[in-house]
């Protein structure tokens, strides 16, 4: 796992970010599944968001114990982006007790695609619909 620095762990609890959920989405390389997800979650919740991926040789920004302390929900755009963390991030996860929603989206979407859209919100609404 990436550790956080003390500056950055320190900074996850920033007041200047607003009192909006703070969503970490995740998916392999963090480049198309997540940061499509990230700004679906924005622009129909409010929600502050990032993207990240779990595989750390290809990952653009990779999942750190930092963007882990930061968020208040986790959401994997799939079972394996889950299943890809090393031991050690899914502790880290579960001593934060971080809310951690896993959706069944398939790798095969550009950025941005409206049916990719269409697909995270009706995923994530069903998810949180199975909560309440």
Known sequence: MIRGTRNQLHNVGNK???KAKKV???CSAGLLRS???AN???KTFGFNTR??????????IPISQ??????DEIVFVDMSSWIGLSP??????ADVNVKTTILDIPDNFDFG???????ILEQYNAAWNDIL
Not at 88 to 93: D, G, K, V
Not at 113 to 119: A, M, N, T, W, Y
């Open 66 to 71: 930092a963007l882990i302390w930061w968020a």
């Open 113 to 119: 695609d409206p049916v990719l859209e269409e697909i």
């Open 24 to 26: 970490l989405c995740v």
């Open 51 to 60: 993207a990240v991926g779990s595989c750390k040789e290809f990952a653009l």
């Open 16 to 18: 200047a970010q607003g």
């Open 88 to 93: 050690e991030e899914l502790s880290e996860i």
């Open 40 to 42: 679906v979650l924005h």
């Open 35 to 37: 940061p499509t997800a």
